[in-house]
């Protein structure tokens, strides 16, 4: 009889198929007590000490392959799991195999990329080998997310360290990125998000300011104040004209957060209080409310079936309309005066379509809320002067402001400030305060920051398509998106309100068609004079597509330019948002066709779509260094809106090889380099290790990401409904597009070559992976 095992108590025994499905996410996973399978060889020693076997040295050699002994593991009768002492196994997965110190398993790192691990249902006494830099990575991130739930030995399956890279990914943003980009303004969420890496007064004390005309929320946060000394909270009211650009350059030595909108709750004492609506942030440094991010953020959330979340966003951007006369640039004090490229009716109409329909009425209202919204901020930001330029009847990014932005870094201008400051024989930082609060005098600066701030409000900080110039520029991108605001507006108000909507807020409207002679009039009709028909918004927008066409669109070209407002021509840099017309549906298939013919080559890469072309960008060198939006850079906005816009004028095989040229580039980084998920990306050299003046976010993490990037997560999400199965397949093999969309080969039949062979998900995971001897 064998003899009987003894176990320190409280621990738990599992057999095989108890443990349910693998792919769950860690709470799930590791949220349980300490599991051991049961074994005849069981081992009272090592429930009380298991180390993972290390690999024999000799001198300075590593032996990676022992002799095999009787008990090596020779046949697999089920799935292998491991039994792992958890900070054990860390430290000597760190120790041996991350050479570079980063707490990252790349395929940069020069270890032997091998570690045996003990098999569970020996106990630990036979091992088996992981190999490889994806399957490690996976180990040190399950180990970290065991250690997050106070694991100190866990029974892990192999399959987690196999995982189709696709299906992880994946699941990873669907179950943890969005959570952990969660942020909420109220006395709980306050200490995450007050916290400004742009703020450099070098005063850390959190500061709130909170909206003219929301006495509620200033009484909150007053007593968040009380409550929580601790935080040191500063509790500030804005003016009810918060936007004067000389008030606004007055907070910036007092920088702070921007209330956003709140819901009344049971405080469950019986009483009632406010609590933060939920919203997601970019990530890394970004620890706000960003306004275009949050377009792309909200399509990823909507795939992954959070349509609360997205809908939570849109909450906000009322709100902020409401109370600060424009979606921001992002929640903080110094973005007062600055939008962002506007989204709102396309991401309100998205939301629409997917809310429940068990209480239309309810829905029905919240898209009048947003419309009459959007309608708001069109009139009284995009076709208000100073962005509407009256002459062309373009719109331009060209928003107020006062002296030297200062959210950049503290030496960002000095080498634009030196040469004034040497005029006037004086410090750099002396001439920047000078300057800052009018003392100093200098035209043409304020005309440099004026176009400074104006590439900030387009989004595109920074590319040489838009220095020195870009507040005169009415740009392709800014002009479809406006279009096709207009055409949702007559769309909304045509099938959801009967045509006919009624504004409740009152504001003056922009004159029709604009002109020099009727905006230099001061007379304005008002928004609540008369009810908004879908007539007078589809003439807007056919009036826009005209304008479009008689400004950007270059025939001989066959791409769509900006367009100089001041100098009266075309500025002739290519950008990729020429596809955004796509995207709005202002083309005529005509241009569509000679876009997609004759001008997408030029800015297909082997990761996708970069920004611009190489040749309008110029030499790069020492004085003239790369812009973040320039070639060789791609961006995940770029490529979603020419997805979009190809499928819709029904060019989808171009989409879909589009869209797997970029969740290739995604994937095979995800499986180098420990799941980074990265801003941007180098879509020529397919790398997130970018040479540019900001470098790159989302890529400081230690042993697990925690959250990718919001923009990125959602082009994961959104770019996976493009493909089809077998894409989908090859993707997971990391097969180059190269071979996927191949010379004389149809792209499904080159996409069944490349997964023919691939059926097993330990295939797909492993097949690119550069293995060590």
Known sequence: MAPSLTHPPGVTFVDDGERGSVHVEAAVYYGGGETFTRSRTYSHSHIHGYNPKRAPAFQEDIITRTRRMSHDEKSVTGPRRFL??????????????????????????????????????????????????YMLSNLLQELALARDHGRKRIVLDEARLTENPVDRLSRMIRHSFWHSLTRRIDGDGLEIITADPKNRTGRVQPRIYIPYGEPAMVEYYRKVAREKPHMNLDVQVLPQKNDDPYFVKSLNSKPGLLALAMEEIDDGKGGRTLKGI??????????????????FISLGLLVDGQVQMAKNMVEHFIFEIKHYGKILNGSRSYYLCRTQPPFLTDMALQIYNQLDRSDIEANRQ?????????????????????????????SRFRPDGVGIPPETEATHFTHILEPYAAKHGISVLEFSEKYNNGALKEPELDEYFLHDRAV????????????????????????????????????????????????????????????????ANSHRERSTSRPQTSDEWFER???????????????????????????????LYESVTAFWALWAGCAS??????????????????????????ESRGKISLDRPNRQWDFPYAWPPHQIMAWVGLERYGYLEEAQRLAYRWLYMMTTAFVDFNGVVPEKFDAVKLSHLVEAEYGNQGIDFKMVPREGFGWMNAAYQVGLSFLTTQMRRAVAACTSPEIVFGRGATAEVAVAQATAAAADPLDLAMEALSLAA
Not at 279 to 290: D, K, M, Q, S, T
């Open 278 to 295: 939920p919203f997601i942030v970019p990530g890394a440094r970004f620890n706000e409310l960003y306004n275009w991010d949050s377009y």
């Open 589 to 614: 298939e005509e241009q569509c066709w000679k876009l997609v013919s004759q001008s997408l080559k030029k800015f297909e890469v082997l990761g996708g779509l970069v920004s611009g072309t190489e």
């Open 366 to 394: 919240w898209l009048k809320r947003a419309i009459q919204a959007a309608i708001k901020e069109y009139h009284t930001i995009w076709v208000a002067e100073p962005r509407m330029d009256p002459k062309t009847g373009l």
């Open 84 to 133: 792992i002492d958890v900070e054990e196994t860390i430290r000597v997965v760190l120790e041996q195999e991350d050479t570079d110190g980063d707490f990252q398993i790349s395929i940069t790192d020069a270890g032997p990329k091998l570690i045996p691990l003990g098999t569970a249902t020996s106990n630990g006494f036979k091992t088996f080998d992981i190999r490889g830099t």
């Open 456 to 519: 900030r409000e387009s989004g595109h900080d920074t590319t040489y398509r838009f220095e020195k110039r870009c507040a005169n520029l009415g740009t392709i991108d800014l002009q479809a998106l406006l279009y096709k605001y207009e055409v949702d507006i007559a769309t909304a108000i045509s099938e959801v309100f009967d045509d006919e909507l009624m504004l409740e807020e009152d504001f003056p409207l922009m004159p029709f068609p604009p002109t020099p002679e009727s905006y």
């Open 541 to 571: 927008a056919e009036w826009r597509r005209e304008v479009i066409d008689k400004y950007l669109w270059n025939e001989s070209k066959n791409l769509y330019f900006d367009y100089e407002t001041v100098q009266e021509k075309q500025s």
